[in-house]
């Protein structure tokens, strides 16, 4: 008779974004720690560099995935949609395959919440499935309480003030008006999507990038709700060693910090998917510049829309103080004594590096879950503020500032160092995620 406890593979299904690829190889990365051989399932878009970051791991594609280019045409809804659609029977396919070649030695698929596709391999062949939540318990909890709306009656309820101003069931800070809708197109549609994507199914647990430190009352709320145990882990990167980036990082940054006064810099990153208006652009060029404080500021190409390069005017305006990248090694430079705060999109990765390196924040959000998580920094652990209205030159002047030289930043960085212990102590033995992770890989065994 077969032992359970040979069944030590652990297939891992990131959704083909960066951020979404990289908690999900770092968790694959925590539990190749804890003796489990991984093999990756991704498309053939957007692919991790399997050779020269994770030589141990077993990369494995799934045929003729839809195009992630496809995401822009035809929106996030219908290209998840399309894309889980297209992959259920090409997915089911892979795992026959690798069940011929390796055997049944499945301790668990674990998929991202947007590769719901997965669940129904994993039902067919009997193998346990988890669910990796890359965003925030907070988010999760929102799309769950999506999920059971009525478009048609919620577009009525919410034009109604009361409504808009009452806390989303015992999710105190958030009110109806702040549940990350805006930028997702058709209400119905996104609705529908969400019934998809927070069914659990036959999923029998949930592991969320985040720590009980940070969201106790959201972490609750879930194991509550979904009924199946709810694993805690976060924040991945702190252990992990490999750099899962799609992008070339440009470390001549580091070199340019080196030689910067402690604090001093504001650290610009908004993300590698945002995109920004050339008049946007050039606002911030101007009051980063009139701000007299120096700044990083990372614009990838292609993210300035109808532009594949940078304006030089923007070029001319920036090189006096200003120091400009496509892309870094952003926990470095978080961690790097010259930053003095961090201009961010809010994504949940960037939300948690920031964080775990004690750096207060300008939230600059622009749709969906990157609103909570400025809502979070900004009522919540009150580790920095939420930039909103138009980006102008006098208001980005003022932001700089407010953060990196008023009185004011000294309670946010006070804050901000005591949520970075408290982070750093959920990892260690004894710690919160530390215990979290533990039980988790106790609870593949006994699957």
Not at 72 to 77: A, C, Q, R, W
């Amino acid at each position: 008779m077969e032992k359970i406890a040979e069944k030590r593979r652990i297939v891992l299904v990131p959704f083909p974004a960066q951020g979404h690829i990289t908690p999900m190889m770092q968790l694959g990365q925590a539990l190749s720690f804890k003796g489990f051989s991984i093999t990756v399932a991704q498309g053939e878009y957007n692919k991790v560099s399997s050779s020269q970051h994770f030589p141990t791991f077993q990369f494995v594609t799934i045929p003729e995935s839809v195009p992630v280019s496809q995401k822009e045409n035809l929106g996030l809804v219908e290209f998840l949609m399309k894309l889980n659609n297209n992959s259920e029977a090409r997915f089911k396919d892979c795992v026959a395959e690798l069940l011929l070649e390796n055997g049944n030695d499945f301790a668990c698929i674990i998929y991202d919440e947007l590769m719901y596709f997965s669940e129904a391999a994993a039902k067919e062949f009997k193998i346990p499935s988890v669910i990796l939540s890359t965003a925030s318990a907070t988010n999760h909890a929102c799309g769950c309480v999506l999920s059971k709306l009525n478009a048609e009656k919620f577009l009525v309820d919410i034009e109604d003030p009361e409504v808009q101003d009452k806390v989303v069931e015992n999710l105190d800070p958030l009110r109806y008006k702040n549940l990350p809708i805006s930028g997702m197109g058709p209400l119905d549609r996104f609705l529908e999507i969400c019934r998809e994507v927070f069914n659990k199914r036959t999923a029998s647990a949930v592991i969320i990038n985040t720590a009980s430190c940070l969201e106790s009352s959201s972490l609750s709320w879930l194991k509550q709700e979904l009924n199946i145990p709810v694993f805690p882990l976060g924040p991945l990167h702190i252990t992990a060693s490999a750099n899962s980036s799609l992008l070339e990082e440009d470390r001549s940054c580091i070199e340019w910090l080196n030689k910067q006064v402690p604090r001093s810099v504001i650290y610009i990153s908004l993300g590698s998917i945002a995109h920004m208006e050339t008049k946007e652009v050039r606002e911030m060029a101007w009051g980063l510049r009139n701000s007299n404080q120096p700044f990083l500021w990372v614009i990838r190409p292609g993210s300035i829309a109808g532009s594949e390069s940078l304006p030089e005017e923007v070029s001319k305006t920036v090189s006096e103080k200003g120091y400009i990248v496509k892309w870094a090694p952003q926990k470095e430079v978080l961690g790097h004594p010259a930053v003095g705060g961090f201009w961010s999109h809010c994504g949940w990765n960037s939300t948690l590096e920031s964080i775990v390196e004690g750096v207060p924040m300008i939230c600059r959000p622009f749709k969906g879950e990157q609103k909570l998580n400025a809502i979070y920094v900004e009522s919540v652990w009150r580790i920095g503020f939420q930039l909103q209205g138009e980006v102008e030159r006098a208001r980005v002047e003022r932001a700089v500032k407010r953060l990196i030289v008023d009185e004011e930043v000294e309670g946010m960085w006070e804050r901000a160092l005591v949520l970075k212990e408290k982070l750093k102590a959920s990892i260690r033995s004894g710690g919160s995620s530390y215990k979290a992770l533990d039980e988790l890989a106790k609870y593949f065994e006994t699957e």
